[in-house]
């Protein structure tokens, strides 16, 4: 069982930047596929970026050019900053890793982007 924790939400004003991190309780060897989501109340959940342990990686038209997904050195933690951020981006954001020994979730974490 692999568990996954997220970090570095929080309250930030329009423009800002956070980081958050998703870390995993367990190095996997394999494919595996780190996917970030975002979901408010009564909206549909968005796929917001994701990379794969090769280093591909895949954004929402929404978010280009504004955040960026990474790995950690230790390869346990994968990194969304989020640069420039909008009223529109508040939402719960969560992690997910999809692995050939199972689907993982995390608890999620509340970004919100007010002044």
């Known amino acids: 069982q692999v568990e996954l924790v997220e970090s570095g939400g929080g309250l930030v004003q329009p423009g800002g930047s956070l980081r958050l991190s998703c870390t995993a309780s367990?190095?996997?060897?394999?494919?595996?596929?780190m996917v970030w989501y975002r979901q408010t109340p009564g909206k549909q959940r968005e796929q917001v970026a994701d990379?794969?342990?090769?280093?591909?990686?895949n954004y929402a038209d929404s978010v280009k050019g504004r955040f960026t997904i990474s790995r950690g050195d230790n390869r346990n933690t994968v990194y969304l900053q989020m640069n420039n951020l909008k009223p529109e981006d508040t939402a719960v954001y969560s992690c997910?890793?999809?692995?050939?020994?199972?689907?993982?979730w995390g608890q999620g974490t509340q970004v919100t982007v007010s002044s």
């Open positions: 997910r890793l999809v692995h050939e020994s199972g689907d993982y």
């Open positions: 990379i794969s342990n090769f280093g591909t990686t």
């Open positions: 367990t190095r996997l060897t394999g494919y595996q596929l």
